[in-house]
């Protein structure tokens, strides 16, 4: 060569070969990238090729641009574009002369001209390639003392190129495996960060963020499934403006119309939530066709709960690269929210259920005091009646129940026997039953004059009552809510029963010989509750009934919870039993006969669930 004698071009290479194998073992170790030692690579080759200008550009294949790695002198340089079929025609060539370039690169070296003419390289570009794997571009620029290189120059900087190639593709599968480890690692550590979030809005918060960052996505979503109504529901997104510049389009979207949605080859965002829904798999769509979230790429992951059932899904959009371009999401990705939407729909579900517990806990809290009130509503003891024996019982199915009882001593003489068995259970039918219990003693403690006053029909007050509590009851309870209800006013001077049914168990009557009767059968009446007050005429009119007790007739006052017990045969005890075992109980005391027919019952009842609520009021005369 001209500019040197060949002892210093041997040294030269020698050198240049020494720096290029402690450079390589550099990357290999990892304490190094091609980023990082790409300088170092383009002086060696500079410096050994005896070129004064020169540039290292890298590609990019998730978007097609270059970028300029290292250069001498350093340039200023933003992305430059590449077309697919410039990349072909690079692929195609082992070295370009810049005068005289293939058909395919007239257009590239036209759009930056700039670049090649006033910068590094606007004499020689070499493809950087492995295989058919196009990696970038070795441009050089003024050839020291010659004008071209000579042809042992050029196999070297084959070779040069090669080592570069090598570099870059090493530093990306390096890069790549780094990348995966810690987007593995951030996984791993996102599951306990969501999983101890108990609360549902702070745990879909942290799943929404976590994913976002995981996926270096600029925006996101996270909507779950209502199924009671059909629709995917938004819970919450990033950024908040989301929500604004879409409106309700991103609010509530129906699981029938997504779902419905004709199959296409490329999905929008709609294919795609229908899909990911129905077929519970993660999937993406390209820029341009996202018809909701207003992004430019779109990956949506099944939320799935422990059974299997989609719970929602997660929706990330515009990933971005450190250079801030947007890029396309990969299978890669795919796999990845797919393991964190599981990791999610752990979370969500485990905070769903903290929830409920709590939920459960304070309303068993509730109940508890409810039952406790109920309690206290429901007489321990029965009142001492001059002639008369009173005993009752009652056993709620659950916590509270909804039957009621009482022996009530009237302000102006006499005694008033009440059983009543209001719909349903749980805290409704608690609080109806109160309800009907303040009515009843109300109108109980307003009633007029003295009841052997001959200016007082007792069936007219009985009836005129009956109609005060239902009215109570028709505005205090709701649509499915009543109460079936029985009430004797007793004289225990004259022995005179006057009873009114409204729509209950008929009572039963053992006379002292034997002889059975159902009180109140032949009268009838309503539920209290049912109707308003205007129609209960028009079905069914109250009426009362006057008996008279003698010495040893029992009256058995009770709830469907005794005649409608079932045991494992699914047999009821019903109301031949009930005559039976009153019968065979009947010479006994107020006290014994209500024993004797819980425990029939209940031995009838035997390892079956109880029914319903229990309830008995025995009433005998001595």
């Known amino acids: 060569m001209p500019t040197s004698s060949a002892e210093e071009t041997i040294q030269r290479l020698i050198f240049s070969l020494s720096e290029l194998e402690q450079l390589g073992q550099t990357l290999i170790s ?12 383009l002086r060696i080759t500079l410096g050994t090729l005896q070129v004064t200008r020169g540039a290292i550009l890298c590609y990019h294949p998730t978007d097609n641009y270059l970028t300029v790695a290292a250069s001498a002198p350093d340039i200023d340089s933003t992305p430059i574009d590449i077309e697919p079929e410039e990349v072909t025609s690079f692929l195609d060539c082992s070295h370009i002369e810049i005068d005289t370039p293939p058909e395919g690169l007239h257009s590239f070296i036209n759009r930056n001209a700039d670049l090649i003419n006033g910068a590094a390289m606007h004499r020689l570009w070499v493809p950087l390639k492995i295989h058919d794997e196009f990696l970038g571009i070795l441009g050089l620029g003024e050839f020291l003392g010659r004008e071209k290189l000579e042809e042992w120059e050029q196999e070297l900087l084959t070779i040069l190129a090669h080592q570069i190639s090598i570099a870059i593709a090493y530093s990306q599968i390096v890069e790549g495996i780094q990348s995966e480890k810690f987007r593995l690692f951030m996984l791993a550590e996102s599951a306990p960060q969501i999983c101890q979030l108990l609360q549902p809005e702070d745990a879909a918060e942290q799943v929404l963020h976590q994913a976002v960052a995981l996926l270096d996505a600029n925006m996101g979503c996270l909507m779950l499934v209502r199924p009671q109504q059909q629709i995917l529901e938004l819970l919450d997104a990033f950024p908040k403006s989301i929500i604004s510049d879409n409106g309700e389009n991103i609010q509530s979207i129906s699981l029938k119309e997504i779902m419905g949605l004709p ?34 790429n779109l990956m949506v992951g099944p939320i799935q709960g422990r059974d299997g059932d989609i719970l929602g899904v997660l ?12 890029l396309e999401f990969t299978e890669e990705d795919e796999m990845l929210l797919d393991s964190f939407a599981k990791q999610a729909g752990v979370a969500i579900e485990n905070a769903h259920l903290h929830q409920e517990a709590l939920e459960a806990r304070e309303l068993q809290s509730e109940m508890e005091e409810a039952r406790k009130i109920q309690e206290n509503l429901i007489p321990d003891t029965l009142p001492e009646i001059p002639g008369y024996e009173v005993a009752g019982y009652y056993e709620p199915r659950g916590p509270v129940g909804g039957d009621y009882f009482d022996c009530i001593e009237l302000p102006h003489g006499g005694w008033g026997l009440s059983i009543a068995d209001v719909s349903g259970k749980g805290m409704q039918a608690a609080l109806l039953m109160a309800t009907l219990r303040a009515g009843l003693l109300s109108e109980i403690s307003s009633s007029r004059g003295r009841e052997d006053s001959e200016s007082i029909d007792m069936n007219d007050e009985l009836i005129n009552m009956a109609m005060t509590l239902n009215s109570l009851l028709y505005v205090s309870g709701t649509e499915e809510k009543y109460a079936t209800f029985f009430y004797s006013h007793l004289n225990p001077e004259t022995d005179i029963l006057t009873s009114l049914n409204g729509g209950h168990n008929p009572p039963l009557i053992v006379r002292k010989d034997g002889n059975i009767q159902w009180l109140g059968q032949e009268i009838g009446g309503l539920p209290l509750g049912m109707f308003p007050n205007e129609m209960v005429p028009t079905i069914a009119e109250y009426q009362a009934e006057q008996i008279t007790l003698e010495s040893g007739d029992v009256v058995v006052y009770y709830t469907d919870g005794v005649t409608e017990t ?22 006994n005391d107020a006290t014994s006969i209500c024993d004797f027919i819980h425990k029939s019952v209940i031995d009838f009842q035997g390892d079956a669930d109880q029914f319903d609520d229990l309830t008995l009021l025995v009433l005998r005369k001595k």
């Open 566 to 587: 079932v045991n494992v045969d699914d047999d009821f005890y019903d109301d031949d039993r009930l005559e039976s075992d009153a019968i065979s109980c009947a010479n």
């Open 30 to 41: 990892g304490h190094s990238n091609f980023n990082v030692s790409s300088k170092t690579y």
């Open 263 to 296: 199959e296409s080859e490329e999905k929008t965002a709609l294919n795609m939530l229908g899909s990911v829904v129905e077929e519970g798999r993660t999937n993406r769509c390209s820029a341009n066709l996202d018809d909701v979230f207003g992004g430019r």
């Open 315 to 326: 929706v990330v959009g515009d990933k971005e690269e450190r250079g801030g371009r947007t």
